[in-house]
């Protein structure tokens, strides 16, 4: 597969950059005198590598802010590794309230270490000792999230986020660190050549994981993962998981048009996982998402990543998914409304049309059962056969209909509580005709869903006019 366009950006949104001073490690593109990078002239005795932070919201923030289900992260990679019970100093200069974070969640070996710990840093020298070890991140809020979220969007996550350009006026915290800690292999796109990140893998060989760095995500994998894929473009690889979180914004009405209707700063984390939940074959949670080795075919490898990519489109999803109108019985359908936008971006053709053993599409047997008077929802329809509802939303009211109701959930924000299915699924069918304009109730009872009387009582209100087209029959 040949290597696509490079994203204009050339830096890792949300990354701590590290600094190496070696001149085995030193980065390929020479500094100006002025660079924000040349923090080593400050460096203590001793020092041996410099991480940069800067202010961003919290990833808890920007989820309220986005009425997500689930938060994304507030790492930001330095691009160390340190021993487990190995000391380090961690020496702070410039801004308070930044928290050293050791290990990436979910991919220690040992599962008494799956989650991070946090080592809150004052200023000057401070020394951490960490009984797992892992992969080390700053954590730096940088005091008022509205002032931090406002500061970076007047720089945007294309300028400064590690350092190499001015930051403007954002907070940006500096870390030294002592010689204890390893420098792991890592790839930033636009900033690391294939060439550079080659020789980094055979010369960085202490540390048992690499990452990777794109302006809205990084991958933590294992070195071993890695290395069976090492002959991939990373760029290329990189280009692609921009493209599959852009779709993902791009559905979920992220136009710029208002605040709320931002971007923002905070990054989505891929982490390889020796461990999944029974019967997961990946999952998503608060701050990461997560593949077990078996999964790196289509993690690491751009033409998995491009035409088998799924579960990746899947599992990102689930950061995107917004709550109000997401009752249980909807949790993995969806969901897929971001893995549908994925394909249709990649240009591949939707699963939902794809035949299966007998020749029927998803359309042919969730039809069939719409058609049976014993249908009862959802237990009859499969996870996918649900989603071609969603589907036809988009078939009858146009491409825009995902966007304006993700635009619509964030400016109400209605709370609702996470395990009430009558109210979630009150918002899917109110707040489905309202973006649509048309009563949507003989559509829902064609489903077979529920309609209760509060339902009815808003739609009667409404006085919406109902479809002009059987909407239920629609498919692509």
Known sequence: ????????????????????????????????????????????????RVAIAVARPTAQDERLRLHRFL????????????????????????????VLVVGAP?????????????????????????????????????????????AWDRVGPAAGADGSQPAGDREKAVVHFGRSTVLAPWFQLGRTTEEEFQAQLDERDGSPQVELLSPYAFVTV???????????????LLDLLEAIITSHADISGLDGSGPLHERGPVPFHLVESPRMPTGAGAYASHGFTAYPAGYMDRLLAVGGLHDRGWGV??????????????????????????????????????????????????????????????????????VMERLVMMRQFE??????FWPRLHRLARVENPQTNWDDAVTRLRYLMVYASRVGGRDLRGFFTTWRLPIDAETHAILDDLALPVPDTDLAALRE
């Open 1 to 48: 597969m040949k290597r696509r366009t490079v994203l204009a950006s050339a830096v890792a949104a949300g990354a701590a950059v590290a600094v190496p001073l070696s001149a085995s490690a030193a980065a390929a593109v020479p500094l100006a005198s002025n660079d924000p990078r040349l923090v080593h002239r400050m460096r203590p005795p001793n020092a041996s």
């Open 71 to 98: 938060s994304s992260t507030d790492l930001q990679p330095t691009g160390q590794y340190l021993p487990a019970n190995t000391p380090v100093t961690a020496t702070l200069v410039g801004a308070e309230g930044v």
């Open 106 to 150: 979910a991919t220690h070996p040992d599962a008494a270490y799956a989650t991070p710990r946090e080592y809150p840093l004052v200023k000057g020298a401070n020394t951490v000792t960490d009984p797992g070890g892992g992969m080390l991140y700053l954590a730096f809020s940088g005091g008022a999230n509205e002032t931090a979220r406002q």
């Open 222 to 236: 294992t070195r071993e993962s890695l290395l069976r894929f090492r002959s991939e473009d990373h760029g290329t």
């Open 313 to 382: 489109w899947h599992e990102l999803g689930h950061q995107h998914q917004q709550l109000c109108y997401r009752p249980v019985d909807f949790n993995e359908v969806t969901v897929n409304i971001y893995s549908l936008a994925a394909q249709r971006r990649f240009g591949l053709t939707s699963n939902l049309v794809k035949s299966d053993a007998a020749g029927k599409t998803l359309y042919d047997t969730a039809f069939a059962k719409m058609a049976d008077p014993a249908t009862v929802f959802p237990a009859a329809y499969s």
């Open 395 to 400: 078939l009858a009211f146009g491409a825009d």
